[in-house]
């Protein structure tokens, strides 16, 4: 294996050994926002989603690749993360669905794994000081080459005031059928018999969309269409939609601008659900506030309290932005939208409800694959208020 370096912007650097491409880092980028994932398991979920655009993920749970990669797991159409960070890589997978290890399909995508090094001292650290920006490379020899990758490091972008969502959307719509997936039959195309003839009209997004949220919708039973997030609201209606998704995403949700308009046109109009970045949205075009957090929410364990039934879901989580709920105000100074969930580590807000209209939304992911289920009653619940709509 080929040596392989991270650097941070304050100068820390981590070294180990290269398990994916070689060279600088994926996509013609050799820099990204160094975050750090809690999960154990659903590591090709993470490289394939889009909110981990421009990022590079470090995964605190040592042992990554032990089951391979396989078709069947991705959630977009390609890999998004900037790097991959792991305490010790598997190489040898062992797993019915596996059909090539994670090594050789990080060198596919052109995207470096670094392995080898103290992943609780790095996950320490960004929780310490906050998530960095950092570089990923395999070409460090010298003292004269640190200098050169920091300088390029310290003149790549940050997160705040970026909006990466025209990078990761759909170029034109397009309608999708696929259900979940169900072990000996794969991903099922049921009848849309919950939503009647045709199922319940839904336009969709695309802010980063995943395929699993797809899938629940259609599993829910909507007729789902997707469209590019510069669709305009009045584009939107000629649909006649039942009801309107906002996906998930990356970047910053303040800089989405157009998409926050076209939002604050169709409420009112139209019963809406958001998740994650969709979440988001929805707060500004309500007219609320969103900030950075320290170092985000990004895990298969993050407890969430619904706050009208009183329980506690886990949930997973990919989020480096949340609502300001002090931001919340509508008309004299009365909120439009009354926090329906929150987060039980640090009590940021996990979910919104409109007072009058059918609108709400979630900071974290109900359709999460391979897990937690817990929050799956959601996409029922957006069926349920197109119904009563």
């Avoid at 797993?95 to 596919?108: H, I, M």
């Avoid at 139209?270 to 707060?283: M, R, S």
């Avoid at 075009?285 to 985000?296: D, E, H, S």
């Avoid at 439009?336 to 609108?359: C, F, M, W, Y």
Wanted: with cysteine; aromatic share 8%; charged share 25%.
């Amino acid at each position: 294996m080929t040596r392989a370096v991270l650097i941070l912007e304050d100068g820390t650097l981590f070294e180990g050994r290269s398990f994916g491409a070689e060279g600088d880092s994926p996509m013609g980028e050799s820099t990204g926002e160094v975050v750090f994932n809690t999960s154990m398991t659903g590591y090709q979920e993470i490289l394939h989603d889009p909110s981990y655009r421009c990022q590079i993920v470090t995964m605190t749970y040592p042992e990554i690749g032990n089951y391979g990669v396989n078709p069947e797991d991705i959630e977009s159409s390609q890999v998004h993360v900037a790097g991959f960070v792991v305490k010790e890589y598997h190489p040898y997978p062992s797993n019915f669905r596996s059909q090539k290890s994670l090594g050789d399909y990080l060198k596919e995508h052109n995207i470096i794994g670094l392995e080898g090094i103290d992943t609780r001292a790095l996950t320490k650290q960004l929780r310490d000081k906050g998530s960095q920006m950092g570089i990923l490379s395999t070409k460090l020899k010298g003292a004269g080459d640190k200098k050169i990758l920091l300088k390029k490091l310290r003149q790549a972008p940050g997160m705040i005031g970026r909006n990466l969502v025209g990078e990761v959307t759909c170029r034109k719509p397009y309608h999708w059928t696929e259900g979940i997936w169900k072990l000996g039959a794969g991903y099922e195309n049921p009848p849309l018999a919950k939503g009647g003839k045709g199922g319940f009209k839904v336009i969709a997004y695309d802010l980063g969309i995943k395929y699993n949220i797809l899938r629940n919708l259609v599993n829910a039973g909507c007729d789902v269409t997707v469209v590019p997030s510069k669709t305009t609201a009045q584009e939107v209606l000629k649909y006649k939609p039942d009801g309107v998704f906002l996906s998930n995403g990356p970047g910053d949700p303040a800089a989405v601008t157009d998409v926050i308009e076209n939002t604050r046109r169709l409420i009112g109009k139209v019963p809406i659900f958001g998740i994650c970045l969709g979440h988001q949205i929805l707060a500004l075009a309500l007219g609320g506030k969103t900030y950075k957090l320290k170092f985000g929410h990004r895990g298969g364990n993050q407890p969430v309290i619904d706050l009208g039934t009183r329980k506690v879901e886990i949930t997973t989580q990919n989020h480096g932005f949340a609502v300001d709920e002090k931001s919340l105000k509508g008309k004299g100074d009365s909120p439009e939208a009354d926090v329906s969930h929150l987060n039980l580590n640090d009590k940021t807000v996990e979910g919104l409800r409109h007072r009058k209209q059918p609108i709400f939304s979630v900071q974290y992911h109900p359709e999460s694959s391979p897990g937690p289920h817990d929050s799956h009653y959601l996409f029922n619940r957006f069926v349920e208020m197109m119904k009563n709509a």
